[in-house]
């Protein structure tokens, strides 16, 4: 579909934003006790080998068991994916129950425009919780959201729960997928897929090692590192970890223009259930749909 030269200038929606995230596991039972019981997801439909995992009725993450399946290191895929929550007090509760349970964090972190906590399930897939400051409290350089990584307060994160916290009750409706954060073999490759061809603004390069991208100014709704290695191959087809992930268009135009513009940049999609599937250069499968379509 040939696209005039405006048109391939033009940046994604900025009303775009992350659906669900699916992973390939090899326990489901023991995946989904930990989403459930540990972060707080609930269980929205279960099935023989796989399970719907969501907030409010939100689906946000999907698991899909295979007793087969490897899991590869060094390998391009996920890096995290990034589970964002409404207010500072939410992401309190979260940081108390991982603290409840024994569950270990690899990390925490002030990025000034946002908080965020890091970990991962077990079987290694990475995961944040973080929230968000109001964008007018964020720094900006050059137009553009100014993310630093800096120590985060845990002492006056707890501080922010009230009396009525005690009680775990799961994680705070309005809790939705803020961004995917995905381990490439090459950041040419990467900005040529995500910015040429789908369309995503540059909001921050990190060195010659990071690359993120957003849609409608936010500060990041994809992260694409390559601290696995320049020209890290991509795991094999059936592999545990990241099988697919959503990108959702406010409407159902939207979505076919992105989908042209992806196909005049030379990157193919196919028609797939509520929408469109493609590839990027390193294999990670990418789900295009419309939220007109999900309704």
């Known amino acids: 579909m040939p696209l005039d030269a405006e048109k391939l200038r033009s940046s994604i929606d900025p009303a775009t934003a992350l659906g669900a995230v699916h992973l ?6 023991r995946a989904v006790a930990f989403y459930e019981t540990r972060l707080g997801f ?4 279960r099935e ?13 993450l999907v698991l ?11 390998t391009t895929g996920l890096y995290h994916f990034a589970v964002r929550v409404p207010f500072r007090r939410d992401l309190a509760r979260s940081l108390a129950r991982l603290i409840e349970t024994g569950t270990p964090l690899q990390g925490a972190a002030d990025h000034r425009v946002s908080e965020a906590l890091y970990l991962s399930d077990p079987e290694g897939n990475g995961i944040e919780i973080y929230r968000d400051r109001p964008r007018e409290q964020w720094a900006a350089k050059g137009g553009k959201p100014l993310m630093t990584t800096e120590a985060l307060d845990l002492a006056g994160l ?20 803020g961004h995917v954060h995905l381990t490439v073999s090459h950041l040419g490759k990467a900005e040529r897929f995500y910015v040429e061809g789908l369309g995503f603004d540059v909001t921050m390069r990190a060195g010659n090692s990071a690359l993120f991208v957003s849609a409608g100014g936010y500060h990041h709704h994809l992260g694409l590192n390559t601290w696995a290695g320049e020209g890290a191959p991509a795991p ?4 545990a970890g990241l099988h697919s992930f ?9 979505l076919e223009r992105t989908v042209a513009r992806l196909e005049a940049a030379g990157f193919p999609a196919a028609r797939a259930e509520n929408g469109f599937e493609t590839r990027d250069p390193f294999q990670n499968v990418v789900r295009l749909t419309s939220a007109e379509d999900a309704r």
Not at 48 to 60: N, S
Not at 236 to 239: L, R, V
Not at 246 to 254: I, M, N
């Open 64 to 74: 899909r068991e295979s007793r087969v399946a490897a899991r590869e290191r060094g």
């Open 246 to 254: 959503e990108v959702r268009l406010p409407k159902r135009a939207a």
């Open 24 to 29: 390939v596991v090899r326990d489901l039972d």
């Open 236 to 239: 094999p087809e059936g592999a």
């Open 42 to 45: 609930r269980v929205l439909a």
């Open 158 to 177: 707890l501080a922010e729960r009230g009396a009525d916290d005690a009680a775990w009750n799961g994680l705070a409706n309005g809790t939705d997928l």
């Open 48 to 60: 023989p080998g796989m399970a719907w995992l969501g907030v409010d009725g939100r689906e946000l």
